[in-house]
């Protein structure tokens, strides 16, 4: 069975940091491509981040408002994708989610249609 499950969420004052994880079973990670999106309270989900599948030259993408403050990587031996959420803002506060599409061109996007497999999520909470 093919599952997805986040990890690393939390409370965390403005300036702070966190570390997302996006662990899969059933599945070997290093071929699918890996977006990670959010989704705060009254709003519609949004995506965040995303990675192509393991390879030299790889995609990686980020949002706008999250571009020089957040890493995705990938760990292929823990079978784990994470991300480096640095200087948090308020506006970052949702429930963040990953997912996951087989695709082997290494290429990544960050529309929701364009994945398969999601996660339950991890709530980030951003404040003082």
């Known amino acids: 069975q093919l599952q997805l499950v986040e990890s690393g969420g939390g409370l965390v004052q403005p300036g702070g940091s966190l570390r997302l994880s996006c662990a899969a079973s059933?599945?070997?990670?290093?071929?699918?491509?890996i977006g990670w999106f959010r989704q705060a309270p009254g709003k519609e989900r949004e995506g965040v981040s995303c990675?192509?599948?393991?390879?030299?030259?790889?995609?990686?993408n980020y949002a706008d408002s999250v571009l020089g403050r957040f890493t995705i990587s990938r760990d292929n031996a823990k079978n784990t994708v994470y991300l480096q959420m640095n200087s948090l803002k308020p506006e970052d506060t949702g429930v963040y989610y990953c997912?996951?599409?087989?695709?082997?061109?290494?290429?990544?996007?960050?529309?929701?249609?364009?994945?398969?497999?999601w996660g339950q999520g991890t709530q980030v909470t951003v404040s003082s």
């Open positions: 997912a996951a599409v087989y695709r082997l061109n290494r290429l990544c996007s960050t529309v929701q249609a364009d994945y398969a497999y």
């Open positions: 059933g599945f070997t990670l290093a071929y699918y491509a």
């Open positions: 990675i192509g599948s393991s390879g030299s030259g790889a995609s990686i």
